[in-house]
């Protein structure tokens, strides 16, 4: 039960940052649910969560990734997992801990992602990768606790599906 309710929302925040978030871009720059969601599951469920969540999201964001597929899942495995080594280390039910993660591990991910394609000779626009990672910030504000709440849910801790 637990890995059908992840994989339908992770498809359903990748069907919402593909349709309305580039409506709320500001200077062609918007947010990622996907990120924010499995970066927010990871810190609070720990290291074999992360590795799934991880890698299905990044694999939902090479589909419209065209330089590289699996540029993605490789940059979310890593940056889900260091949010699994941060959530060992505070207090997953107060949010200002996570929401700082959140933003340095975007920018992380930024990071990852430009190196990579810098070694493959492919340009992209870096200077977008802090203001990704603040609005990713400010919607994390917002929707942490909620994730926090949902993970602690019954149907979410049956761990006989794993």
Sequence with gaps: MKRVILILISLLLFIIDNTFMPFLEVNGVYPSLLIIFALSYSI???YYEAILIGVFAGLLQDIYFFNGFGINALSNMCICLIAAKIGENIFKE???????????????KGGIIFVILFILNIKINYFNIPFVALYN?????????????????????NYKDF
């Design 137 to 157: 910030m400010i919607i994390t504000t917002f929707v942490y606790n909620k994730i926090y709440s949902f993970s602690a849910k019954p149907y979410m801790k």
């Design 44 to 46: 609070i469920n720990g």
């Design 94 to 108: 107060k949010s200002l801990a996570p929401i700082i993660s959140i933003f340095m591990l975007s920018i992380l």
